[in-house]
């Protein structure tokens, strides 16, 4: 497969993943780069994708501010090959895409970005990339799973995430803010409440939006 971030252009790319190609959605700035974004969508299982509102706002906002961003369809969404792994593969396809785009970049630093189920994600990835010493230079993790949520769905969020912003709204409804502050409490692992918040930050985004650029302002 060719390598499409060569030539740096916006738009839908396929690149190699662990059970086929990947799509992923890259976002160019028109200066100088600040370095790579990796940005996750939420459960595609309940219709997210890398279009989903919340990525999409981030993902604009941090091109915006110079970052080359890369959105990844997760697999089953869009054009991604193989089925919804229950964010095991997904890991392993978005520590592919970092490699992937370390490798063409690499004096550009790497920020990890994710929302609800991309937040878990991104967790296992930044954990993953930590232990191999190549930790992500920040991290942003919004409306994160952990424990058992709504849907009967159960997540094994890995604790100790390094240079990470975790956000969460007060009123979730999806994921109660109880649970993750269970998962903050081992590691005394700052939480970012924002107040009157659903889990999609209805009316919110521009708070979300801020926090965000303001953890991975150079």
């Known amino acids: 497969m060719t390598n499409p971030f060569e030539m740096l252009q916006t738009g839908a790319h396929l690149v190699p993943g662990a059970v086929g190609p990947i799509e992923v959605i890259v976002d160019v700035p028109s200066g100088a780069l600040c370095g790579i974004a990796i940005v996750a969508h939420p459960q595609p299982l309940l219709g997210g994708h890398a279009m989903h509102k919340v990525p999409h706002l981030l993902a604009r906002a941090l091109c915006d501010a110079g ?42 630093r790497v920020a990890l970005v994710g929302f609800s189920f991309g937040a878990f994600v991104q967790a296992r990835v930044a954990r993953e990339l930590a232990d191999r010493g ?55 692992q700052p939480v970012v409440v924002v107040p009157g918040a659903d889990h999609f930050f209805t009316g919110k985004l521009p708070v979300l939006r801020a926090l965000v650029l303001a953890h991975l302002a150079p």
């Not at 792994?85 to 690499?106: I, N, S």
Request: a neutral charge; hydrophobic letters at 40%.
């Open 134 to 188: 190549e930790a992500a230079w920040r991290v942003c993790l919004a409306g994160m799973p952990s424990g058992e949520v709504d849907g009967g769905r159960r997540y094994e969020t890995p604790t100790d995430i390094p240079h990470a912003l975790v956000v969460h709204g007060e009123r979730d409804e999806r994921v109660p803010l109880a649970a993750v502050l269970d998962w903050a409490r081992f590691r005394v």
């Open 67 to 108: 970052w080359l961003v890369a959105r990844p369809n997760f697999r089953g969404a869009g054009r991604s090959a193989g089925k919804h792994d229950a964010g095991m593969g997904e890991t392993q396809d978005l520590l592919m895409l970092h490699d992937h785009l370390r490798a063409r970049q690499p004096g550009l």
